[in-house]
């Protein structure tokens, strides 16, 4: 009965405290019939400005406000028309004036940069790419979890929460004296303390504020919310100076902010000082080789970082995979070099190492054996070469040629030819076995040959069995090596003319079939020339050759009577005397039936396929009728064989080859056709070869002027009219027009150009369909004052020369 009657005194003490902070708010003492609906917008203003008045909200009231009678639904509506005030109060920082709500855990920290300078000097110095790179700056991570053993002091924050039945948030600067200061609560000294040791302060204080943090119905979480900047000194560095670090940095991002060691500076022997004692000696080849960070321990205020300048430093080079500059400390050996340079490269010669050494006058030269890299003790300055091994075998023999596996194999004492043989799988079927050679390499370094006889290996002859030695490499020939290569070729009437492999008894049919069969053009007649072979001279006989004529099936590649050919037989499959597949010509324009023609005769001429395609019609031009002829490849090949005498440098050759080859594609034959109706034998009819197309244009009553002239356009045709009057008609040549050059394109594709006789200048005829073109004049340089001057002054000085000659 005596605890519950202490319970109910303690919900009535608490009760009370709410009421006596929400007295402002709340005026009445018994809100049962409160109807927040007929509160106006003032009320709700005074209730909030109460709440804010008091530091408390809504939710904190709640008990005292249903303590005095007001229902949950009216509770409710209140909490609405507040705005749904935050549930949990949040004290503002006097650092940066941000609201930090409960559950942010990143931390704040000023950010802290150093610019690096490239480390050019000590560049082969082990451990000085530690500090040039920007990846790896060893800056502490704020988002981890506050370590238990972090000492707090002026300048951090930490944040205050207060979760359970009771809630409270709050981030809170460290003061200048030390302390904290909670709302409630009052001041805490915490700085000295790790953030362990003062959440345990700082619970036991809310505690007795907090009625249910005592009873364990609330917790408390202290956390580090703003990390300080402590100042650290670095002497000995590439940047020493005075710097301003985070409270959670270490030693190994000072050294960084700092660029490492100086160009004399120790890397094994950094000392950390701490209230004028050494704290700590850090090793940076512990980081380095091992990966262990003990030595990486954190910074206090006012710690003093000094690297001393270093005592042993020696260099290894050549064979090793770090080869460098490295800090030695008394009592190490050459084995815990090499395990800095990370030992030997694959191609390293270890059983001893040279060095070179410095004495107080000269240098000196030592070699150390594999047995001494344990003890020997580098001395500084030393100069560590490690050499390639020698590009040699120590067991080494190869066999090569007609064997199932030539290759390089292992060579042990007591091998013989018999035993590699077996190593290579046996010998190939055509292995040649009445000899096979062995190039041996003797102690001077030249060579012998030695010649075994494979039948007597073969057969357990141990005599002929020799003994190989280390180096020989064995030949086994084959047949195939001394047998020549035949060829025989086939030409003429066959899919596949060209050369083949000869082969025993190689027959004319098996030889058409092999070069696809006889086309459709060959003839019953084949001509083979063979090879004559004799050992005396016979200069009686002039034949070079034997020739046989045979006569063949056309239509059959299997042929009745075998011949068997020999190595360099010239066969020849002639073609039929008359064998010509159909070709053709092609006719467009002002005709009756346009299309492709097929000529009929080998002479068949431009007058016979236009009759054979109904003659011009009504519309067609008698003046307009040309032929276009393509360019044969041959036609540019003969242009590129004539050799115009312009020039290594003149270009013109060049371009008319590249203008047949990329722009013209067709040669233009012009047709006097109306010369060819009064005489079908004029010259003008040409004979038609294939490919050839015939256009005969559509009479036009028009004369096109184009080229340098004020206006392109078509002139309607004139009867009687020259070249001025159509040039008039366009407003004449331009400033770049050569109308001495004009020249006019008949609609048959000929063209005709102007002629001058003693300062007469006469044009071509223009006809209905032509084109009249004026070209460019060519560019001509005029000379400048400076020139004419010159010349002046010449013709002067001529003058003057000529009147002194006649003066009397």
Known sequence: MRKIFTVILLLLVFFQSGIIQAQDLLKSTDLSTLKVDYLSDSDIAKIKLQLQSNNATIDQVKPMALAKGMSETEFDKLKIRLGGQQTTMNVTSTKDNQKIDARETARKQEKIVNKKIKDTVNALVFGSELFDNPTLNFEPNLNLATPVNYVLGPGDEIQVSVYGVQEFNATIPITVEGK??????????VSGMTIEAATQKIKAALASVYSTVRSGQSQVEVSLSGIRTIKITLIGSKQPGNYSVSSLATVYNALFLGGGPGENGSYRNIELLRNNKVYKNIDIYKFLVNGNQSDNVGLKDNDVIRIPA???????EGEVRRPGIFEMKAGETFKDLLTFASGFNDFAYTASVNILQKTNKEFKVKDIQTSEYGIYKPLAGDVYRVSKILNRFENR?????????????????????????????????????????????NS???????????????????????????EDIVTVYSILDFKEIYKITIDGEVKNPGEYDYHDNLTLNDLIVQAGGLSGAASNRVEIARMRKSKIIDDSNPERVELFTLEITPENNEQLNVFVLKPFDAINIRKMPVYNK??????????????????????????????????????????????????QAKQIEDLENVDLNLGKKDSIQKKLTKKLKEDLK??????????????????????????????????????KVIGNVLLTS?????????????????????AKGWKKKTYIIYPNGKAAVSSSF??????????????????????????????WVSIGSVITSIALLIVTAFKP
Do not use: C
């Open 397 to 441: 023999i190869k066999i090569e040629g007609a064997v199932f596996r030539p290759n390089i194999y292992s060579y042990y004492d007591g091998m013989r030819v018999s035993d590699l043989i077996k190593q290579a799988e046996g010998l190939k079927e055509d292995a040649y076995t009445n000899r096979a050679t062995i190039i041996r390499l």
């Open 180 to 189: 904290v200061d909670i709302q409630y609560v009052g001041q805490i000294p």
């Open 714 to 734: 078509e002139i309607p045709y004139s009867k009687g009219k020259g070249f001025g009057y159509y040039l008039d008609a366009v407003g004449g040549t331009n």
């Open 582 to 631: 159909p070709e053709m010509v092609s006719i467009s324009g002002a005709v009756q039936y346009s299309g492709k023609y097929v000529l009929a005769s080998k002479k068949e001429k431009i007058y016979d396929i236009i009759q054979r395609a109904g003659g011009l019609t009504a519309v067609a031009n008698l003046d307009g009728v040309k032929i276009k002829r393509p360019i």
């Open 444 to 470: 001077d370094l030249t060579t012998e040959v030695t010649h075994v006889n494979l039948d007597k290996v073969l057969a357990g002859d141990l005599n002929a069995d020799i003994s190989l030695k280390r």
């Open 758 to 787: 003693f300062f007469i200048r006469s044009y071509p005829k223009v006809l209905p369909g032509s084109q009249i073109v004026v070209p460019e004049k060519p560019e001509t340089r005029k000379m400048s004052t400076g020139e």
């Open 310 to 316: 270093y005592t042993h430093r020696v260099t290894i």
């Open 666 to 703: 067709y040669s233009t034959i012009p047709v006097e056709w109306r010369k060819i109706l009064k005489d079908p034998n004029d010259n003008t009819n040409v004979t038609l070869f294939p490919g050839d197309e015939i256009e005969v244009s559509v009479y036009n009553e028009s004369v």
